[in-house]
Nanobody
Framework: QVQLVESGGDLVQAGGSLRLSCAVSGSTFNINRMGWYRQAPEKQRELVARITSGGTANYGEFVKGRFTISRDNAKTSLYLEMNNVKPEDTGIYYC?????????WGQGTQVTVSS
């Protein structure tokens, strides 16, 4: 079992920056991969960024170098540094952990970017 709690979502102006955090507890040593997903109103949830237990990071195509995912070595914290945000980045951002074939999700944190 893994528990995920996101924080850091806020209202920010276009071009600004934001840092999301995810506190991870439970069986963190079994986590294979962690990541951030987002969901905008009336759209499907999509991958923002993910990082493997070995430290390899992948990003959604729309990120284009604006965001950086990171975590601590103990896998108890996951971060998403967001720079040069755009109005289309607005949505609920979810923390995700993969343990074997089990998917764990946080409750989400709202990011709103004003133009």
């Amino acid at each position: 079992q893994v528990q995920l709690v996101e924080s850091g979502g806020d209202l920010v102006q276009a071009g600004g920056s934001l840092r999301l955090s995810c506190a991870v507890s439970g069986s963190t040593f079994n986590i294979n991969r962690m990541g951030w997903y987002r969901q905008a109103p009336e759209k499907q949830r999509e991958l923002v960024a993910r990082i493997t237990s070995g430290g390899t990071a992948n990003y959604g195509e729309f990120v284009k170098g604006r965001f950086t995912i990171s975590r601590d070595n103990a896998k108890t914290s996951l971060y998403l540094e967001m720079n040069n945000v755009k109005p289309e980045d607005t949505g609920i951002y979810y923390c995700h952990a993969l343990v074997g074939y089990m998917n764990y999700w946080g409750q989400g944190t709202q990011v709103t970017v004003s133009s």
